[in-house]
């Protein structure tokens, strides 16, 4: 990939801009918003270009980065980002947000933990980013989440062949269906925005990049599971609550 300095006038120009730059192009063509993938890596200056351009030209467009730590203390090249000052972006990948989820439905920690990293993740950002986070649970940069929550084998403990062709057992696979569902009735009820990897929702399996990337399984789908979704989907836009009341954690015992 290209080397770029992202500071350069003559390619803030060509990006942000120019008449036809990339940014106005697209938005005024058929664009609603953007995500920076590895944010970090830019600079803060020119994602401020990038979102003072995008809201000048249409005040409802979306930037999203790609942050996989806590964006309200991200530390990149020495330098502390200001992610969420209101002028940088929209929204960030919830990144935290999978890993304790999932580290719940594994086992790995209890509602304790759960209910603490929670907490600090709800302090830290200021509310309005807090429920415009992109909520995920699968991404293309990550195993898929049923091989996950199936306890497949570690893939350094595969060869690359064997990784394309792993497959969870009869007994596994269910396992995971069943946590994640469980999962996906977390996610469809929090604050923030769901984000639902292609293929998550009819049950595709894979390691990481590339083997979670295979194509959509037309006419094998898991339809018990998109029925799932389909249900939760509905059920978080039919009452506004889901979207825009309170968020209390209450914990009753190291499970719930």
């Known amino acids: 990939m290209p080397n770029i300095e992202e500071t350069e006038p003559s390619y803030i120009d060509y990006i942000i801009g120019g008449n036809d730059s990339v940014i ?7 664009d609603k918003g953007w995500r ?41 090249y020495d330098k502390i980002r200001e992610y969420l000052q209101g002028d940088e972006m929209d929204s960030r990948m919830n990144y935290p947000f999978r890993k304790i989820t999932l580290d719940f439905m594994l086992g790995v920690i209890d509602a304790y933990v759960v209910h603490r990293l929670l907490i600090n ?4 950002y200021p509310i309005q980013n807090f429920y415009a986070m992109m909520n995920l649970i699968g991404s293309h940069d990550v195993p898929r ?5 199936g306890e497949a ?42 984000s639902i990897y292609y293929g998550d929702e009819v049950g595709l399996q894979g390691y990481k990049d590339p083997y979670n990337q295979g194509t959509y399984p037309w006419g094998e789908e898991n339809r018990e599971l998109l029925c799932w979704y389909k249900r939760l989907i509905a059920l978080r836009n039919q009452y506004e609550v889901f979207k825009t009341g309170e968020w209390i954690s209450l914990l009753a015992h190291d499970q719930v």
């Open 24 to 30: 106005k192009y697209w938005l005024k063509l058929v």
């Open 36 to 76: 920076l993938d590895v944010a970090d890596e830019l600079p803060d200056s020119f994602i401020k270009k990038i979102y003072k351009t995008m809201k000048e030209i249409d005040k409802d467009s979306v930037l999203i980065g790609e942050v996989w730590e806590d964006a309200s203390n991200k530390e990149s």
């Open 121 to 124: 993740l709800a302090e830290n």
């Open 145 to 149: 989440v049923l091989t996950l929550l």
């Open 153 to 194: 084998p570690p893939p350094d403990s595969l060869t690359a062949i064997h990784q394309v062709k792993y497959r969870l057992s009869e007994e596994k696979y269910q396992l995971a269906i069943t946590r994640l569902k469980m999962l996906v009735l977390w996610q469809m009820t929090f604050p923030g925005i769901p």
